[in-house]
C-alpha cells in the first residue's frame, strides 16, 4: 500500500513557466512533509519542507501549498529554469512521539525545462 | 562540512555473493538512516540508528541484510547473500538528534547479476 502517491511521473515545462508537482497522502499521523530535488548520480537534497500548521511556505522559486483536510501538498517552481531540471520526491514523516523519523517518499517526478 | 559520504558509488556482484556497503554521516549527527530505491520503484526505508542502537529496522527486507553502525560513527550494510532484487541504489542519510532534516549521501548502485 503506498502511503504517499505523487503525480505527475514526468512533467515538461518551457523555461518561466510554472511547473506544480501534487501528492497525497494517507496516513493523517503524518506532521513534516519535506520536498527533495535529485539530480543524475547525486543523491536527494533537501529542498524545502512543511509542517500542517501552516498552509504555504516559500523559499525562493519554491513553495509548498498545504491542504490539511485534503491530505494534499504541492510544490510550485516559479520561473523555472533549464537548472532546476531533477527529479522531485515529496514525502512525509511522523514525529518525535513515533520514535523513528523514517520517510515514506512518493514515487518522483522527472521535470525537465526546456530553454 | 563535509556531506554524508557513502562506499563504494557502485558495485557489481554475482548471486550468492557478499557485499558490504558504508556509510559516513555528518560529524555530530546522531541519527543514521538506510534507505533504498529499487528500479521504477519509490525510495523506502530500510533502518534507523541513533548513535550505535538500532531504533527502527522494520523495514529491513530479511535476514540476508545485516546493518552495524560501530561506536556510533559510521554504518555498515551487509547483504549476504546477494540475490538478484537486491538490485538498486542504497542511500544513506543522516540527521541531528532533535530534528526531522535528513541529509542523503549519494547512494551506491549495487547490481546482482
Known amino acids: 500500500q503506498q502511503q504517499v502517491k505523487q503525480s505527475p511521473q514526468s512533467l515538461i515545462v518551457q523555461k518561466g513557466g510554472i511547473p506544480i508537482i501534487n501528492c497525497a497522502y494517507e496516513n493523517t499521523a503524518f506532521d513534516y512533509f519535506p520536498w527533495y530535488q535529485q539530480f543524475p548520480g547525486k543523491g536527494p537534497a533537501l529542498l524545502i519542507a512543511i509542517r500542517p500548521d501552516v498552509s504555504e511556505k516559500k523559499e525562493g522559486r519554491f513553495t509548498i501549498s498545504f491542504n490539511k483536510s485534503a491530505k494534499q501538498f504541492s510544490l510550485h517552481i516559479m520561473d523555472s529554469q533549464p537548472g532546476d531540471s531533477a527529479t522531485y520526491f515529496c514525502a512525509a514523516s511522523i514525529g518525535a512521539g513515533a520514535g523513528s523519523y523514517q520517510l515514506t517518499f512518493g514515487k518522483g517526478t522527472k521535470l525537465s525545462v526546456i530553454p | 562540512e563535509a556531506g554524508v559520504t557513502q562506499f563504494p558509488s557502485h558495485s557489481v556482484i554475482e548471486k550468492g555473493q557478499t557485499v558490504t556497503l558504508r556509510c559516513d554521516p555528518i560529524?555530530?549527527?546522531?541519527?543514521l538512516y538506510w534507505y533504498r530505491r529499487v528500479m521504477g520503484k519509490e525510495i523506502k526505508f530500510l533502518l534507523h540508528f541513533v548513535k550505535e542502537s538500532k531504533q527502527d529496522e522494520s523495514g529491513m527486507p530479511n535476514n540476508r541484510f545485516l546493518a552495524e553502525r560501530t561506536g556510533g560513527t559510521y554504518s555498515t550494510l551487509k547483504v549476504q547473500p546477494a540475490e538478484l532484487e537486491d538490485s538498486g541504489v542504497y542511500f544513506c542519510?543522516?540527521?541531528?538528534?532533535?530534528?526531522?532534516?535528513?541529509?542523503f549521501g549519494p547512494g551506491t548502485r549495487l547490481t546482482v547479476t
Open positions: 560529524s555530530g549527527h546522531d541519527n
Open positions: 542519510a543522516s540527521s541531528t538528534g532533535t530534528g526531522n532534516e535528513q541529509y
